[in-house]
């Protein structure tokens, strides 16, 4: 339970603060706000002023008294019935949350609907200033009950706010940010005390999730190396080679934009010198666009394959071997290292690095799928879910990947949801051994 401090308290209007006199009683009142609507209506000059004095009130007072009983007459003497204007003081910041937290507006469009509703507090200031304070009433770390350590997957990963680093630990399964923090670096240091505040709260890894960063991977060396670490596909994989195919894939396209230039150019060529210039600068055009092209087919080629070894299982549900997978992910590398590119060397040395981690998660995979094999569920049944579930996965990889989406271990995070979903089945007894 979060526990408000006084000065979060003290931003959130509770209503005037005022003695009520009972000497007004209910009736005065009335009469006081018919008189100055009567003096409002008519022009009598200091008839407010004459209220005030005779009752010992502010004119202030006077006016408020007087718009309750317009607001109260529209109500009542409309001509077709109106709804009473809700009061509860509440709704102002159930609007912010509500349109800042699901709707997942920015400020200036939360003020702009809270306005179109006639809502209270819906200037762009307010609207900021209680998101910052409701922001500041959480704590920036989950924790765990008392006396209770959770075992969870960390995904780590770094943001920046105007160069400002941002440290973030989410778990890929259920979306829940664990911790974030600002931080004034992303060293080693600053993620081993991000992790020990984690373990100080009850959370402790069993699996971490990371792109190849400096800081992290120092960090999960010192102080996290007794577990597994999955590096994320899209950095290793479609950051790295997929940007590649992508500017390859463009350049193929403007070559072909280029050689169709110069074809149509043929045309208005008149004299005879002209015409062979034109000419070889179409042979030209037409050489370098069939050489982009068969390059970006030879890489796309490869890359796809890459990707189609990050499958678990094979179409009959078995698991894969984790080696054969990484013979053909070295094929791949050794055939895009011999098409001679500069740029496509580097890219695949860089991949080289981070191959013999990538596919850690077949590990995991092969141990969930003996744990799931000692439950009562028909073997072939099994299987059956294992092809179908991962078929979806890696449909779904391979369309982020291709897009050049950026895919935080989507191998893991498909993984994980599909054992929780798995063993959701088992509890229901869909699947039962004969």
Request: glycine residues 4%; negative net charge.
């Amino acid at each position: 339970m979060v526990t408000m401090n006084n000065h979060a308290l003290n931003m959130i209007s509770k209503g005037p603060k005022f003695t009520r006199r009972p000497d007004l009683t209910p009736e005065i009142r009335l009469a006081i706000a018919c008189s100055a609507l009567e003096a409002q209506q008519n022009g009598k000059w200091g008839k407010i002023t004459e209220l005030s004095g005779h009752f010992m009130i502010s004119r202030t007072f006077v006016y408020m008294l007087a718009s309750f009983l317009t607001a109260a007459g529209m109500v009542i003497f409309s001509a077709t019935p109106a709804v009473a204007p809700v009061t509860d003081p509440l709704l102002p910041f159930v609007y912010m949350l509500t349109l800042r937290m699901e709707g997942r507006c920015s400020v200036e469009a939360i003020s702009a609907i809270m306005k179109r509703f006639d809502v209270s507090f819906s200037s762009v200031g307010s609207v900021s200033r209680y998101l910052n304070c409701f922001g500041s009433l959480l704590p920036n770390t989950l924790s765990a009950e008392t006396g209770e350590i959770k075992l969870a997957v960390f995904l780590c990963d770094e943001l920046f706010s105007k160069s400002v680093p941002i440290l973030v630990t989410v778990d890929p399964v259920s979306s829940v940010i664990l911790k974030t923090e600002l931080a004034n670096s992303r060293k080693a240091e600053d993620w081993k005390e991000h992790w020990e505040c984690l373990e100080d709260n009850g959370i402790c890894a069993i699996c971490l999730v990371t792109d190849e960063g400096q800081g992290l991977t120092k960090a999960y060396k010192e102080a996290l190396a007794n577990i597994v670490r999955q590096p994320d596909t899209y950095h290793a994989i479609a950051h790295v080679i997929g940007k590649l195919v992508k500017q390859l894939e463009n350049a193929a396209y403007s070559a072909i934009l280029k050689e169709q230039e110069r074809e149509d150019k043929l045309d208005s060529a008149r004299s005879d010198e002209v015409i062979c210039k034109r000419i070889e600068a179409a042979a030209e055009a037409s050489a370098l666009a069939d050489e982009l092209i068969y390059l970006y087919d030879a890489v796309h080629y490869l890359y796809l394959c890459i990707i189609e070894n990050l499958r678990i299982f094979d179409e009959d549900g078995n698991l894969r071997d984790r080696q054969q997978a990484e013979e053909e992910i070295g094929e791949a590398l050794n055939m895009l290292d011999e098409l001679g590119i500069p740029k496509i060397n580097k890219a695949v040395k860089k991949m080289r690095s981070t191959l013999p981690e990538l596919l850690n998660y077949f590990d995991t995979a092969g141990t969930a799928v003996e744990n799931l094999m000692t439950l009562p569920i028909h073997p072939e049944a099994l299987k059956g879910i294992l092809h179908c579930q991962f078929t979806l996965c890696y449909r779904t990889i391979l369309q982020i990947v291709t897009n050049d989406l950026k895919s935080r271990s989507a191998s893991v995070s498909c993984f994980s949801a599909f054992m929780k979903d798995t063993h959701d089945h088992e509890r229901a007894g869909f699947f039962t051994r004969p």
